[in-house]
Nanobody, 119 residues
Framework: QVQLVESGGGLVQAGGSTTLSCVAS????????MGWYRQVPGKQREMVAT?????????VDSVKGRFTIYRDSTEKTFTLYLQMNSLKHEDKAVYYC???????????WGQGTQVTVST
């Protein structure tokens, strides 16, 4: 099992920056791919950025050039980050860290962290 704890976010001015962190614990050696997702009330959760174990990244079009996903990992620790620049009002959402697995029984989510962008 993997436990994910997000931090960061909060209230940020439009055009500003912030960084989200996700600390993974437990069976971190089994992590295949991780990512950041976001959700606003009444809408489906959407992928924001993902990173495979090999380091390949993918972004939703709306954040390309503004957000960067990166990680810091050792044999026993794994922290995933999302650097968010040039924030827009439409980036306001609850952001979730995800540990993806082809087997849904082993896919994990963090508790979410709110990002609010003031205009």
């Amino acid at each position: 099992q993997v436990q994910l704890v997000e931090s960061g976010g909060g209230l940020v001015q439009a055009g500003g920056s912030t960084t989200l962190s996700c600390v993974a614990s437990g069976r971190v050696f089994a992590i295949n791919a991780m990512g950041w997702y976001r959700q606003v009330p009444g809408k489906q959760r959407e992928m924001v950025a993902t990173m495979t174990r090999g380091g390949s990244t993918d972004y939703v079009d709306s954040v390309k050039g503004r957000f960067t996903i990166y990680r810091d990992s050792t044999e026993k620790t794994f922290t995933l980050y999302l650097q968010m620049n040039s924030l827009k009002h439409e980036d306001k959402a609850v952001y979730y860290c995800n540990d993806w697995s082809p087997d849904p029984r082993y896919e994990y989510w963090g508790q979410g962290t709110q990002v609010t962008v003031s205009t």
